[in-house]
RNA sequence: GGGCAGUUAGCUCAGUUGGUGGAGCAUCGCCCUUACAAGGCGGGGGCCACAAGUUCAAGUCUUGUACUGCCCACCA
C-alpha cells in the first residue's frame, strides 16, 4: 500500500530501523544448499583495538555493493565478517592500560594478562562491528568470526603442525628486527623504513701488526664493540695489501681480520666496511659467508652487553656518545658528516627497530611464494592490473617469514621442549608425554604467533576448515577480496600462499585493490596528523546513504581518495532530491498502477525515459561487474536527477493531470516502473534510502515487500529505441533554445510569449508537432506556431536547432541590442565549428585514409553547420534592419 | 638506486576500445513554476604539465623532460 513519505528525508531513523529489518529477516544469512550461482566474500578483518575509520568505510561500502548487487544477480551470496585479534596492538593497549594502575603485564603474570586481554576484547573489541553494522553492511551476522576462536585457533594448530612436519615452518637462530619497547621479533615488512639524517663517523683502525691503519665509515659506531671484520672490495686498489692481515678494534683492541667481498660498495665512505655480523642484516649475511664470529654488545633492551667491555651497561645511544668520546681522544675519528639513511621503526609503536641475534620460527616463505605468483593472473586476476608487476616483484624477492612474536597475546606456539630429552614436539593438541622419551616433563614454547599467520588462513578457516563444511563446498574459493593495496604483501599474498597450499586452490578469484583515502590535502588520515574525517560522524551528519555514495563516487581505480566533506554534502542533495522524486511519484501512485505494455507505450517522453532507463540498467551492471563503482554512481547520478527529475518529471505532469484515461494510464505506470528500477539500481550504494522508499511504492500484489531481497530488472529490449530517443532530444533542445533566449534577454521566464518554428523538413515538422504539449509546457509558450516562410516581426528572437528555425517575436521593453549580441555569438560559435570542421574536409588525407562513415558523419556535420550559420546570419540581419526601424 | 601512479575548469575529481573535453562544489544572472530553495532555469570559466613521435585525427597510444605522491631496495 501507499503511504505518504514525510516532507524531508530524515536519515537516522530510517536507517536504525531497517538495520533491524534485515538483521531479523535472516535475509543475509544464505543457506548453502539454496541455488543459485555462489558469490562470497571474506571481510578484511579490523582489529578488536581499531575505530572505524574512513579506509574501512570505503572498504565496507564497497563490498557491500558488490554483494547486493550479486544477490540482486540471484547469486548465493555470503559475507562473512569478524575481527582479527591483532597481537601486538591489542597488547599494547592493554599493557597502557595496566600501566595507568602502575602494574606492567609480568606483574599480572601470563595467564592473568591473557585473561585481562581477553576481558578487554569482550568489552571493547565489538565497538567495530557495530560501526560497521551502522554503515549497513549486509554481512551474515550468524557466521561472525575472530581469529582466535576456538575453531580457528584449531586450525592454527593444523596448519603449524603440517607445515612444520613438512619442513616448511622451522625453528632458527638468525637475525631478525627486534622492536625494543615491543619486546618482540618483527617480520620484515612489519618494518618501516624512513629516511632520517644521521652522522657518518670515519674512524681509524689499527693494525695489529703497527704497520698502518685502515679507515672505516659508519653510522653506528655503538656497534663497534661488536665488530669481527672489516671488509673491502677484493679489486679495490688502495686495500690490496691490506686483505688477509689483521686489523684491531678501537678502544678494545680485539683482533679482527682484514676481508675482501664483492659486496663493498668502493665509491661509499672510504670503501672499507666494519663487519658487526649481529647487528646488521647485511653484516649478518657476511659474517655467515666468511664464517666471522658473532659477537652480540647490545641486548633486547637496547642496552649494551658484558661482550661490550668497557661500556656494558650502557644505554645503546649512551654508549655512542661515550664510544665516539673514547676514539676522539685517542686520535682515531678522522672526521663526522651529516647523511640521510633509512632507518626501520616498528609499524605497531614507531620505535627504532634493532637487528637482533636470536632463535625465532620461520615459515619457508621461499618455498610456498612461486606458487602465489604464478597464480596470477591466472587463477587469480588482481584489479587493477598495475600491481601484478609488484607482486611478481615482491615474490620473487620474499624472504622466510619470521612467525614468533615474544608477546603474550595470540595463538601459542604448539611446540614443546623435553625437559627430559630435550626433543622438540610440535602438535594440534597438546602432548602428556615426550614422544621421543615418554617423559611428561614438556614445556611449550613460550612465543606466540604472527597476527597474521592467522589472518592468512581466513579466506577457509572461517568457512569451518579443517572440517569439511557445507560452506567451504560451497563457497571457496571466495569470489573477490576487496581491500587497500597497502595489506597486499602482509595480506594478501600470505593468504594465496595458505590456501593454495592447503586447499590446493586460490582463496579468491579476483582481488580487487581499492585506494587508500586521504585528506583533501592528499596526507594520509591519521590521528597524529589530526586530519581524520569520521565515517560515523559524516554518516550521522549527512546520512550514511550520502557517505556511502560519495566513497563509491570517488572508488576510481587505481587512485587514492581525497575526500572532503563538502563532497559528502553534495552527496546529501542527491539522496534528498531521489526523496522528493519519490514524493512526487508516490502522491501520484496511490494504488498499483494496471500495467500496460511498455514496448508499445505511447508518447515520445515515456519511449525516451525507457530508453534511457535501458541504457542505464546496462550501464550499471557492467561497472558493478567490473569494479568501476565511480561509473555506477556518475550513471546514476545523472540519470536520476538530469534525466528523470530535469526532464521526465516535468513532461509527465500534463499527463498525471490529463482526463485522458490511456494517457494517465501510461504515465502512472512508465513512473512506477522507472521509479522502481531506479531504486534496484540504486540499492547497492544507497540501501537505506532506496529501501525506505520502495516500501512505500504500491505493488502489484499489494504486499509490502523488502528491496534487499529484490532482483535486478530484467532487460527490456523492447523499450530500447535509439530513433524516439533521438528525436525526444530533438524536443528538448528546442525548449532548451527558448528557454536560452528568455534568460539572456532577461525575458522573465513567466512571461508567455509565443512561438513561430520553421522546420528543416516534414519530419520536424512532424516532432514539433508531437511535441507541442512538451514545449508549451517547459518552455513556457502560449502558443506555438509552425509556418513554410518566415513571416515574423523583424523585431525578434531567434536560434537555430538542427536547421530548425526559431523565433520569438519581442514585445515591450526589451534589450534589443542585447539579442544582436547574442546572435553575434551564436554566429562566432558556428563560424569556429565551420572552420574546424573545414580544415579537416579539405584535408586530403582526411578525405581518403579516414573510415568512410566518420567522413561521411563529417559531411554531415559540416553541412548542418552551414544551414545554422546561413539561417543565423538571415535572422541577424532581420534583426538588423529591425533595429534600424527602431532608431528611426 | 629501481618500480608504480598522478599532472584536465578557481577547488576536488571523472573521461572503457584514438573522432571537435564532463560532474560536484565555487562563481554570475533570472526565478519561491504546488516533489525538492538541500531547489529550478540559463551563463561564464580549460593551448587536457612540457616536448617530440605514431596517425587523416591524440586528453586518450609511444618516448623523453619537469614536478608531486606512493611502494620496494643491503649502500655501511
Known sequence: MAEPLPKGYEPQNVESRWRGVWEDSGVFTPDPNAPGEPFSIVIPPPNVTGALHMGHALNITLIDALCRHARQKGKNTLWIPGTDHAGIATQNVVERALAGEGKTRRDLGRDAFVERVWAWKEEYGNRILDQIRALGASVDWSRLRFTMDDRLSAAVRKVFTQLYNEGLIYKGTYIINWCARCHTALADDEVEHEQRKGMLWRVRYHLADGSGAIVVATTRPETIPGDTAVCVHPEDERY???????????????????????????????????????????????????????????????????????????????????????????????????????????????????????????????????????????????????????????????????????????????????????????????????????????????????TWFSSALWPFSTMGWPEKTADLERWYPTSVLVTGFDILFFWVARMMMMGLHFMGQVPFRHVYLHALVRDAEGRKMSKSTGNVIDPLAMADKYGCDALRFTLASFAAMGRDVRLSEERIEGYRHFVNKLWNAARFALIHLEQMPPAVDLGAARGLHNQWLLHRLETVKTGMDAAFTEYRFNDAAQLSYKFLWNEFCDWYLELVKPDLQSDDAERTGTAKFVLWTALRELLVLLHPIMPFVTAEIWRCLPTPAGEVSDLARELWPEARPACVRETEADDMDFVREVIVAVRTIKAELNIAPSQKASLLVHPLDSGQAALLETGREMILTLARLESLRMEKRLNAPKASASAVVRGCQIIMPLRGSVDLAGELARLGKELDKVEKDIMASNKKLHNESFITRAPEQVVERERGHAAALRDAREKLLALKNRFSEALAEDVK
Not at 334 to 355: I, K, Q
Not at 360 to 383: G, N
Not at 417 to 441: F, I, K, M, N, Q
Open 240 to 450: 690490496q695489501s691490506l686483505i688477509g692481515k689483521t686489523a684491531l678494534v678501537p678502544v678494545l683492541g680485539r683482533q679482527i681480520p682484514i676481508i675482501a667481498d664483492a659486496y663493498v660498495d668502493r665509491e661509499f665512505g672510504t670503501g672499507a666496511l666494519k663487519v658487526t655480523p649481529c647487528h646488521d642484516h647485511n653484516d649478518w649475511a657476511l659474517g655467515k659467508k666468511h664464517c666471522l664470529q658473532f659477537i652480540q654488545v647490545i641486548d633486547e633492551n637496547g642496552r649494551m652487553t658484558q661482550e661490550s667491555g668497557p661500556y656494558a651497561g650502557l644505554d645503546k645511544n649512551a654508549c655512542r656518545e661515550r664510544i665516539v668520546k673514547d676514539i676522539e681522544a685517542a686520535g682515531n675519528l678522522l672526521d663526522v658528516s651529516d647523511m640521510e639513511h633509512a632507518v626501520g621503526h616498528c609499524y605497531r609503536c614507531h620505535t627504532v627497530v634493532e637487528p637482533h641475534v636470536s632463535e625465532q620460527w620461520f615459515v619457508a616463505a621461499t618455498k610456498l611464494a612461486p606458487a602465489a605468483r604464478e597464480a596470477v593472473p591466472e587463477l587469480t586476476r588482481i584489479f587493477p592490473e598495475s600491481w601484478i608487476k609488484t607482486w611478481n616483484h615482491w615474490l620473487d624477492n620474499i624472504r622466510d617469514w619470521c612467525i614468533s612474536r615474544q608477546i603474550w597475546w595470540g595463538h601459542r606456539i604448539p611446540a614443546w621442549t623435553c625437559a627430559a630429552c630435550g626433543r622438540l614436539a610440535v602438535a594440534e593438541e597438546t602432548p602428556s608425554a615426550c614422544p621421543a622419551c615418554g617423559s611428561g616433563d614438556l614445556v611449550q614454547d613460550e612465543d606466540v604467533l604472527d
